[in-house]
Every structure is written in structure tokens, then in C-alpha cells.
């Protein structure tokens, strides 16, 4: 089974802080994602990544960036953390298949559950 | 660009009573759909997927899809509901042109099961 795994369930950061969030995947997925889940809105894609050092942004890019160093792990980085950061956010991973088509389901972590006060 | 609507927020169903959760997508060419679970404080659990072929898909934990395309559908479906099955559940549609495999959810249907 595919198992991705964040650093933390759950986080509280002060306002200005910058903040790491750490996803690792064992499954040598090359796509990895971040997203953030709030009531009413479902998932939203802040920034994806499909090969090390290679990083897109999604939907909702402003005040994060992110980083991969290392195929297994994706980081996202809050560079200077508000109030209106708090959320779940979701790391997600996939594969691509035989013809090289990114057309495979994403694996999820367990989320953490940021708080930012 | 795709997008999905599942026009269901909220559902409330009786233990044993069969489950039907509405997803309509937008999208130009053929999609790639996908429903998930997630039950609370967890991450998203697949339940199914549609590629190509037959429209209805089997999936885990006895839910089942069925792929419409002239309603620009992919409705979920249990015969039997479980109390074990209350959690939210999300469409999930992908573009068959996208080279990364980007998704775009739905807002999610939250079902409640009762006794």
C-alpha cells in the first residue's frame, strides 16, 4: 500500500511565523501535491510538484511555497503565517503510468490541522 | 477547464437504506473521474475510479459508480448503508490532456447515518 506520511497532525503557529510542513511518500511516486481543505470549499490546489526541484503553482499559490529536494519528499512552506492560513492542509501523491500519462489516482496523508493564532 | 459539482451538501440516511451521491463534471473531452472518502481527521480514502470502458465501476467497501456521459454524470451508489459509512465523501475529476494529473474536487456531500 502506498503510504504517505505528514510530519504532523496537528500545528499552532503565531502570526509571521514561517512555517514548514513536511509530506513524505514510500511509493516513488513522481507527482506530489498540496492542498487545503476548508468547510464548503473542498480541496484546493496551492502548488503540485511532478519531478525533484521541479515546482507549479495551483489555485491558490499566494503567501506559500514550497519545496523538493528529494523525490520521496514535498515541502510546503508558509513564509510568513496569517490568520487566514488556518486550515487543513492535505498532501497527496501519484504515479504515472506505463505510457507516462499522470492519469493514476492520488494517495493522501492524514492531513495536519493547522492553527494560526 | 474541468470542474465538478455535487449539489448534495448534506445527506441523512437510515442504516440499511440504500445511498445515492449526485457528481456532475464539466469537462470537454472524456474525463477521469474518482470518488474518495474521508472520515473525520483523516485524509482522503479512493473508493473508485473511472478510466475508459464499462461506465459502471466497482469499488471498496461495497459502493459503486456509474459513468453517464450524455448527463456529464458519475453518481455514487451503496445498496446498504453501514453506520460505519457517515464521512464526507468528494468527486474528483481529472483531464486526460493534463501531463501532471492535476484533480479538481467537488465540495464534498456529507452523509449521516442514522439508526
Known amino acids: 500500500d502506498v503510504k504517505v506520511t505528514q510530519s504532523s497532525r496537528y500545528l499552532v503557529k503565531r502570526t509571521g511565523e514561517k512555517v514548514f510542513l513536511e509530506c513524505v511518500q514510500d511509493?516513488?511516486?513522481?507527482?506530489m501535491f498540496w492542498y487545503r481543505q476548508d468547510p464548503g470549499l473542498g480541496l484546493r490546489l496551492i502548488y503540485f510538484s511532478y519531478d525533484v526541484k521541479m515546482k507549479e503553482k495551483g489555485d491558490i499559490p499566494e503567501g506559500y511555497s514550497v519545496s523538493r529536494e528529494k523525490k520521496e519528499r514535498f515541502s510546503l512552506i508558509l513564509e510568513s503565517a496569517s490568520t487566514n492560513q488556518t486550515s487543513m492542509y492535505l498532501c497527496?501523491?501519484?504515479?504515472?503510468?506505463?505510457?507516462?500519462?499522470?492519469?493514476?489516482?492520488?494517495?493522501f496523508g492524514d492531513g495536519t490541522r493547522l492553527s494560526i493564532l | 477547464a474541468q470542474s465538478v459539482t455535487q449539489p448534495d451538501i448534506h445527506i441523512t440516511v437510515s442504516e440499511g437504506a440504500s445511498l445515492e451521491l449526485r457528481c456532475n463534471y464539466s469537462?470537454?473531452?472524456?474525463?477521469?473521474l474518482f470518488w474518495y472518502v474521508q472520515s473525520p481527521g483523516q485524509g482522503l480514502q479512493l473508493l473508485l475510479k473511472y478510466f475508459s470502458g464499462d461506465t459502471l465501476v466497482q469499488g471498496i467497501k461495497g459502493f459503486e459508480a456509474e459513468f453517464k456521459r450524455s448527463q456529464s454524470s458519475f453518481n455514487l451508489r451503496k445498496p446498504s448503508v453501514h453506520w460505519s459509512d457517515a464521512a464526507e465523501y468528494f468527486c474528483?475529476?481529472?483531464?486526460?490532456?493534463?501531463?501532471?494529473?492535476?484533480?479538481?474536487f467537488g465540495a464534498g456531500t456529507q452523509v449521516v447515518v442514522t439508526p
Open positions: 474528483a475529476v481529472g483531464a486526460t490532456t493534463d501531463s501532471w494529473g492535476k484533480l479538481q
Open positions: 511509493m516513488d511516486h513522481e507527482n
Open positions: 469537462y470537454g473531452a472524456t474525463p477521469y
Open positions: 497527496a501523491s501519484s504515479s504515472r503510468d506505463l505510457n507516462g500519462y499522470s492519469n493514476q489516482p492520488q494517495h
